[in-house]
T-cell receptor
Framework: NAGVTQTPKFRILKIGQSMTLQCTQDMNHNYMYWYRQDPGMGLKLIYYSVGAGITDKGEVPNGYNVSRSTTEDFPLRLELAAPSQTSVYFC?????????????FGQGTRLTVV | GQSLEQPSEVTAVEGAIVQINCTYQTSGFYGLSWYQQHDGGAPTFLSYNALDGLEETGRFSSFLSRSDSYGYLLLQELQMKDSASYFCAVRDQDGANNLFFGTGTRLTVIP
């Protein structure tokens, strides 16, 4: 059982470049999330999705875009990379009900913008 | 909106008990979760409280008081491997149930 898989694990981008961080889950979860974590800090929600075709902004959406065409995949797009986007990015998924909030995280993508 | 406050650092001795507090403010509230994150790793789920009281899972327990907007994580019989960051998180009722995290408490277990 793979859980949540993120690719790539590491990436260095030049300012102004674009890239897509891939995230896929095989647990048939309806909710998916993208977070960024700066060194020594907590997790900031970038975007989330409550199901295929539905996405919404989190706390820090500027400079990012997402799509959710299938239940399994939730890619995060950076269009014009900036040094401020240097961070560790985590994708997570959960099966939402009012009874529980266990989210499963991928291993993260460490992005450096130079 | 929502905010969560946790102490930034805690140090405790191996074998001891440590409590990590979390106070929260949200526009709606479903429950409080706790996650553990080792350096360089991904957060992993520890516990969830939707109702007031104590939930016990092995050496870890979590407590919630909805009237006080307060919860804590209790770690007993501390082991060196418990050295990690611990985050509380709330599911906010405002919007579509997104999951917000506190800034985390770094626990260092010393011999």
């Amino acid at each position: 059982n793979a859980g949540v898989t993120q690719t790539p694990k590491f990436r260095i981008l030049k300012i102004g470049q674009s890239m897509t961080l891939q995230c896929t889950q095989d647990m048939n979860h309806n909710y998916m999330y993208w977070y960024r974590q700066d060194p020594g800090m907590g997790l900031k929600l970038i975007y989330y999705s409550v199901g295929a075709g539905i996405t919404d902004k989190g706390e820090v959406p500027n400079g990012y875009n997402v799509s959710r065409s299938t239940t399994e995949d939730f890619p995060l797009r950076l269009e014009l990379a900036a040094p401020s986007q240097t961070s560790v990015y985590f994708c997570a998924s959960s099966y939402e009900s009012l009874g529980g909030t266990e989210a499963f995280f991928g291993q993260g993508t460490r992005l450096t913008v130079v | 909106g929502q905010s969560l406050e946790q102490p930034s650092e805690v140090t405790a001795v191996e074998g001891a008990i440590v409590q990590i507090n979390c106070t929260y403010q949200t526009s709606g509230f479903y429950g409080l979760s706790w996650y553990q994150q080792h350096d360089g790793g991904a957060p992993t789920f520890l516990s969830y409280n939707a109702l007031d009281g104590l939930e016990e899972t092995g050496r870890f327990s979590s407590f919630l008081s909805r009237s006080d907007s307060y919860g804590y994580l209790l770690l007993q019989e501390l082991q060196m491997k418990d050295s990690a960051s611990y985050f509380c998180a709330v599911r906010d009722q405002d919007g579509a149930n997104n999951l917000f995290f506190g800034t985390g408490t770094r626990l260092t277990v010393i011999p």
